[in-house]
């Protein structure tokens, strides 16, 4: 069964653009059921979709938990220009800003990334120590060996997306971080499914 998330909505341009570059959203968000504690960004374009990925595990932990993430994707081509920044953030501003009252306390928002193959089913996380621990020892106890983890303080740390996402999302209950996969995990739908629920 495959559902078809709607939105009924003035349209503003930014909207209309986003609509237009295949953005998706999660039915939560659509529907102002901001429950979640852990909201997932993947603002980069693909030779594939990654939002059929997201959906189906969105909805198949739902039907299993009562529970689940939420999610945004824009699959921006290649470098992300001033245009695609303000359809970002002028969308983002227009889901969340208004609902920030109804969300969790504490709410993880992963700027999600995925790289070619590694040989390896791998997760790179920026590092940042006051919220490292927790996601790691999550991730580690429901994946154990299955995964190669990576802590980084260079290469995925920081950039202009996170830059963005501070600027809407500013309360301290925010925790932003750079979170990269490689493919191996991408086409292991199991793997990947079972990442995901393990932030829950």
């Given at each position: 069964?495959?559902?078809?998330?709607t939105?009924f909505s003035?349209?503003?341009?930014?909207?209309?653009?986003f609509?237009?570059?295949?953005?998706?959203?999660?039915?939560n968000i659509?529907?102002k059921n901001?429950?979640?504690?852990?909201?997932?960004?993947?603002?980069?374009?693909?030779?594939?979709?990654?939002?059929?990925?997201?959906d189906?595990i969105?909805?198949?932990?739902?039907?299993?938990n009562?529970?689940?993430?939420a999610y945004y994707t824009?699959?921006?081509?290649?470098k992300q220009?001033?245009?695609?920044?303000?359809?970002?953030?002028?969308?983002?501003e227009?889901?969340?800003?208004?609902?920030f009252?109804?969300?969790?306390?504490d709410i993880?928002?992963?700027?999600?990334d995925?790289?070619p193959y590694l040989?390896?089913?791998?997760?790179i996380?920026?590092?940042?120590?006051?919220?490292?621990n927790?996601i790691?020892s999550?991730?580690n106890?429901k994946?154990g060996?299955?995964?190669?983890?990576i802590l980084?303080n260079?290469v995925?740390?920081g950039?202009?997306?996170?830059?963005?996402l501070?600027s809407i999302?500013t309360n301290?209950?925010?925790?932003?971080?750079n979170?990269?996969?490689?493919?191996e995990?991408?086409n292991?739908y199991?793997?990947?499914?079972d990442f995901l629920k393990a932030?829950?």
């Amino acid at each position: 069964i495959f559902l078809i998330n709607t939105y009924f909505s003035t349209v503003f341009r930014e909207l209309s653009n986003f609509a237009n570059l295949d953005g998706n959203i999660s039915e939560n968000i659509l529907s102002k059921n901001f429950n979640f504690k852990i909201l997932v960004f993947c603002l980069f374009g693909y030779s594939f979709h990654t939002f059929p990925f997201f959906d189906r595990i969105y909805n198949e932990l739902k039907k299993e938990n009562s529970n689940s993430f939420a999610y945004y994707t824009l699959p921006v081509k290649g470098k992300q220009n001033e245009s695609d920044s303000i359809i970002i953030k002028k969308t983002i501003e227009h889901f969340f800003k208004s609902n920030f009252s109804q969300m969790n306390n504490d709410i993880y928002l992963f700027n999600l990334d995925f790289i070619p193959y590694l040989n390896a089913p791998t997760i790179i996380m920026e590092s940042d120590p006051a919220i490292n621990n927790s996601i790691q020892s999550k991730i580690n106890s429901k994946l154990g060996n299955k995964i190669s983890f990576i802590l980084d303080n260079g290469v995925f740390k920081g950039g202009d997306i996170p830059k963005i996402l501070k600027s809407i999302f500013t309360n301290n209950n925010f925790k932003i971080i750079n979170l990269v996969l490689s493919y191996e995990i991408l086409n292991n739908y199991i793997l990947f499914k079972d990442f995901l629920k393990a932030l829950l």
